[in-house]
Protein backbone atom coordinates (compact mmCIF):
# COMPACT_ATOMS: atom_id res chain seq x y z
CA UNK A 1 0.00 0.00 0.00
CA UNK A 2 2.71 2.65 0.62
CA UNK A 3 3.42 2.43 -3.20
CA UNK A 4 0.24 3.40 -4.27
CA UNK A 5 0.59 6.25 -2.04
CA UNK A 6 3.99 7.15 -2.90
CA UNK A 7 2.85 7.03 -6.59
CA UNK A 8 0.01 9.54 -5.91
CA UNK A 9 2.19 11.90 -4.46
CA UNK A 10 4.66 11.89 -7.02
CA UNK A 11 2.09 12.03 -9.76
CA UNK A 12 0.50 15.23 -7.79
CA UNK A 13 4.35 16.75 -7.23
CA UNK A 14 4.84 16.78 -11.16
CA UNK A 15 0.90 17.36 -12.48
CA UNK A 16 -0.15 20.81 -13.41
CA UNK A 17 -0.77 22.85 -10.66
CA UNK A 18 -4.31 25.01 -10.89
CA UNK A 19 -2.74 28.18 -12.36
CA UNK A 20 -1.45 26.31 -15.22
CA UNK A 21 -4.76 24.27 -15.91
CA UNK A 22 -6.68 27.26 -16.14
CA UNK A 23 -3.96 28.54 -18.97
CA UNK A 24 -4.42 25.75 -20.56
CA UNK A 25 -8.83 26.07 -20.32
CA UNK A 26 -8.05 29.61 -21.89
CA UNK A 27 -6.09 28.41 -24.86
CA UNK A 28 -8.29 25.69 -25.69
CA UNK A 29 -11.29 27.99 -25.52
CA UNK A 30 -8.97 30.50 -27.60
CA UNK A 31 -8.16 28.29 -29.78
CA UNK A 32 -11.36 26.96 -30.25
CA UNK A 33 -13.31 30.02 -30.47
CA UNK A 34 -10.12 31.34 -33.33
CA UNK A 35 -11.19 28.35 -34.97
CA UNK A 36 -14.75 28.63 -35.30
CA UNK A 37 -14.28 31.88 -36.35
CA UNK A 38 -11.63 30.88 -38.91
CA UNK A 39 -14.43 28.18 -40.35
CA UNK A 40 -16.86 31.35 -40.59
CA UNK A 41 -15.01 33.20 -42.71
CA UNK A 42 -13.91 30.74 -44.85
CA UNK A 43 -17.32 29.86 -45.80
CA UNK A 44 -18.37 33.77 -46.05
CA UNK A 45 -15.77 33.99 -48.78
CA UNK A 46 -16.40 31.09 -50.56
CA UNK A 47 -20.03 31.94 -50.66
CA UNK A 48 -19.37 35.41 -51.31
CA UNK A 49 -17.41 34.34 -54.40
CA UNK A 50 -20.06 31.90 -55.91
CA UNK A 51 -22.51 34.74 -56.12
CA UNK A 52 -20.60 37.59 -56.81
CA UNK A 53 -18.41 35.33 -59.32
CA UNK A 54 -20.54 36.08 -62.49
CA UNK A 55 -21.22 39.72 -61.50
CA UNK A 56 -17.62 40.73 -61.54
CA UNK A 57 -16.79 38.34 -64.87
CA UNK A 58 -19.57 40.55 -66.31
CA UNK A 59 -17.80 43.62 -65.64
CA UNK A 60 -13.94 42.69 -65.74
CA UNK A 61 -13.51 44.57 -68.94
CA UNK A 62 -13.94 47.53 -66.57
CA UNK A 63 -12.06 46.53 -63.80
CA UNK A 64 -8.94 45.30 -65.30
CA UNK A 65 -7.91 48.66 -66.49
CA UNK A 66 -9.03 50.21 -63.42
CA UNK A 67 -6.82 48.10 -60.89
CA UNK A 68 -4.14 48.77 -63.56
CA UNK A 69 -4.47 51.99 -63.21
CA UNK A 70 -4.48 52.70 -59.39
CA UNK A 71 -1.41 49.76 -58.90
CA UNK A 72 0.22 51.60 -61.26
CA UNK A 73 -0.50 54.84 -59.35
CA UNK A 74 -0.10 53.63 -55.94
CA UNK A 75 3.14 51.95 -56.88
CA UNK A 76 4.74 55.54 -58.25
CA UNK A 77 3.32 57.00 -55.73
CA UNK A 78 4.92 54.55 -52.75
CA UNK A 79 8.13 54.61 -54.63
CA UNK A 80 8.31 58.78 -54.87
CA UNK A 81 8.00 58.46 -50.41
CA UNK A 82 10.35 56.11 -51.20
CA UNK A 83 13.29 58.19 -52.88
CA UNK A 84 11.98 61.10 -50.67
CA UNK A 85 12.79 59.93 -47.70
CA UNK A 86 15.86 58.41 -48.84
CA UNK A 87 16.75 61.85 -50.00
CA UNK A 88 15.91 63.49 -46.58
CA UNK A 89 17.83 60.97 -44.57
CA UNK A 90 20.82 61.37 -46.95
CA UNK A 91 20.38 64.82 -46.58
CA UNK A 92 20.81 64.97 -42.64
CA UNK A 93 23.41 62.85 -42.64
CA UNK A 94 25.64 64.78 -44.81
CA UNK A 95 24.61 67.79 -42.88
CA UNK A 96 25.65 65.85 -39.59
CA UNK A 97 28.49 64.94 -41.21
CA UNK A 98 30.23 68.32 -42.71
CA UNK A 99 29.07 70.04 -39.16
CA UNK A 100 31.02 67.23 -37.31
CA UNK A 101 28.97 65.41 -35.59
CA UNK A 102 30.10 61.94 -36.64
CA UNK A 103 27.06 60.53 -38.07
CA UNK A 104 27.09 56.67 -38.33
CA UNK A 105 29.37 55.72 -40.80
CA UNK A 106 31.47 58.38 -40.75
CA UNK A 107 34.63 56.51 -39.80
CA UNK A 108 34.83 54.35 -42.84
CA UNK A 109 33.88 57.45 -44.87
CA UNK A 110 37.01 59.25 -43.44
CA UNK A 111 38.93 55.90 -44.13
CA UNK A 112 37.75 55.69 -47.33
CA UNK A 113 38.61 59.06 -48.24
CA UNK A 114 42.39 59.11 -46.95
CA UNK A 115 42.42 55.79 -48.81
CA UNK A 116 41.67 57.58 -52.35
CA UNK A 117 44.18 60.72 -51.55
CA UNK A 118 47.35 57.96 -50.67
CA UNK A 119 46.46 56.46 -54.13
CA UNK A 120 46.19 59.70 -55.79
CA UNK A 121 49.45 60.76 -54.35
CA UNK A 122 51.27 57.48 -55.28
CA UNK A 123 49.54 57.41 -58.70
CA UNK A 124 51.20 61.56 -59.37
CA UNK A 125 54.82 60.12 -57.97
CA UNK A 126 54.42 57.55 -60.35
CA UNK A 127 53.87 59.51 -62.82
CA UNK A 128 56.41 62.16 -61.92
CA UNK A 129 59.16 59.29 -61.83
CA UNK A 130 58.05 57.43 -65.25
CA UNK A 131 55.81 60.57 -67.08
CA UNK A 132 59.40 61.97 -68.23
CA UNK A 133 60.91 58.53 -69.22
CA UNK A 134 57.78 58.06 -71.87
CA UNK A 135 57.82 61.54 -73.17
CA UNK A 136 61.24 61.10 -73.92
CA UNK A 137 61.36 57.94 -76.02
CA UNK A 138 61.08 58.22 -79.28
CA UNK A 139 57.20 57.53 -80.58
CA UNK A 140 57.23 54.65 -83.15
CA UNK A 141 55.16 54.81 -86.37
CA UNK A 142 52.29 53.48 -87.11
CA UNK A 143 52.29 49.69 -89.01
CA UNK A 144 50.66 51.35 -92.34
CA UNK A 145 51.93 54.58 -91.75
Request: glycine share 12%.
Amino acid sequence: MPDHQSLLRRLQDHGPNSTQLVGFLTLVVSGGILLLLTGVTLTGTITALIFLAPILLLTSPIWVPVVFVIFVAVAGFLSFCGVGVAAVAGATWMYKYFSGRHPVGSDRVDYARSRILDTASRVKDYAGEYGGYLQSRPKDAAPGA
